[in-house]
């Protein structure tokens, strides 16, 4: 039971990070010399 309101918990957390990243704009757009083409979130792995 603890692992699964650890879970939970965990869970909103992200999500309340990923509601403050694209408030503050926290997120890295690559550019033409990349090989990456999607827009990340700082942070995020």
Do not use: C, E, Q, W
Not at 23 to 29: C, G, L
Request: net charge positive; proline share 2%; charged share 15%.
């Amino acid at each position: 039971m603890i692992y699964a309101f650890i879970t939970l918990l965990l869970f909103i957390l992200l999500l309340g990070y990923f509601r403050i990243a694209d408030r503050f704009n926290i997120i890295d757009k690559p550019n033409n010399r990349s090989s990456h083409t999607a827009i990340t979130i700082r942070g995020v792995v």
